[in-house]
């Protein structure tokens, strides 16, 4: 019989035609399996490198942590009161000037500011955020003396033209002294 080379051609049969099908647990198990028992002996690669990351895994839980440590070390040590002693409590406690310093630069409070002066309204927990540091600091202006009372401008009121009669004008035409240089 004569061989047939394979063309490219659709034959008779049509084209081939696969059927995916899924796989149980039991032939992905027997899968693996198969996979172990072909490979036998060892892995390939250096006789040495196994053995190594081990070594280096224990010397790194025995080591000691302070080995190497570019941390300096004080050669005198200060008294400090204990931390819930007045006298630490009175350390920790920031000056006036420090504390109003630190709440006039604080970026969050001066960015709602602005939010308020371009007329948008805050909600009640921002608002009342912003109402407590502005309390804080008129007490710490109020401590350190450089608040000022702001008293409420007395606004002039324009003169009202009323309409001067003639004898008003007359009058005080006559009074007007002229000798006066």
Do not use: W
């Not at 028992?37 to 490198?49: C, D, I, Q, T, Y």
């Not at 608002?127 to 407590?132: A, F, G, H, K, R």
């Amino acid at each position: 019989m004569t061989r047939k080379k394979k063309g490219r051609k659709v034959g008779s049969e049509g084209p081939a035609q696969y059927n995916e099908k899924s796989l149980s647990r039991d032939d992905v198990a027997a899968l693996a399996r198969k996979r172990k028992n072909k490979r036998k002996g060892l892995k390939a690669g250096s006789r040495h490198s196994g053995g190594k990351e081990e070594q280096i895994r224990i010397a790194q839980q025995q080591r000691d942590p302070r080995l190497g440590s570019k941390k300096p070390i004080q050669l005198v040590v200060e008294a400090k009161p204990h931390p819930k002693s007045a006298a630490a409590k009175k350390a920790r406690k920031l000056s006036a000037e420090q504390e109003l310093e630190m709440l006039e630069n604080d970026a969050q409070l001066n960015v709602l500011l602005d939010r308020i002066e371009n007329g948008e309204k805050l909600g009640a927990g921002l608002q009342s955020y912003v109402d407590e540091k502005l309390d804080r600091i008129e007490a710490l202006m109020k401590q350190l003396g450089i608040f000022d009372e702001e008293e409420p401008e007395v606004e002039e009121k324009p003169k009202q033209s009323k309409r001067r009669g003639d004898d008003d004008l007359l009058a005080e035409f006559e009074n007007f002294k002229f000798d006066q240089e």
